[in-house]
């Protein structure tokens, strides 16, 4: 699948915003979907993932009881809500696809990438 984020920009610390990510192709619904983030100079950092019917999810302890990640197969996306946004949660995030085996919270569980949307959150 190919995959196009969108939805980051800036906002002030205690704020919200939703990242969605819409995929190409037919074959969305088998895919477990990951949202990963990267600040300059570090390495990509799990976020959470999703299930392929959205009966699983999985969050970094860093993000647990802030972020949601949802999906909507009809409409081949996957969406991150963030609330209560840090500053330290300032970074691209990253929404990746995965028919993988492997485990859900490295980046070599996923086979395909989007092109990244940064989130900016002041203090």
């Known amino acids: 699948v190919q995959l196009q984020a969108s939805g980051g920009g800036l906002v002030q610390a205690g704020g919200s915003l939703r990242l969605s990510c819409v995929a190409s192709?037919?074959?969305?619904?088998?895919?477990?979907m990951g949202w990963f983030r990267q600040t300059p100079g570090k390495e990509r950092e799990f976020v959470g993932y999703?299930?392929?019917?959205?009966?699983?999810?999985y969050y970094a302890d860093s993000v647990k009881g802030r972020f949601t990640i949802s999906r909507d197969n009809a409409k081949n996306t996957v969406y991150l809500q963030m609330n209560s946004l840090k500053p330290e949660d300032t970074a691209v995030y990253y929404c990746?696809?995965?028919?993988?085996?492997?485990?859900?919270?490295?980046?070599?569980?996923?086979?395909?990438w989007g092109q990244g949307t940064l989130v900016t959150v002041s203090s």
């Open positions: 990746a696809a995965s028919t993988s085996s492997l485990a859900p919270v490295i980046p070599r569980g996923y086979d395909s």
């Open positions: 999703i299930s392929w019917n959205g009966g699983t999810t």
């Open positions: 192709g037919r074959t969305f619904s088998r895919h477990r």
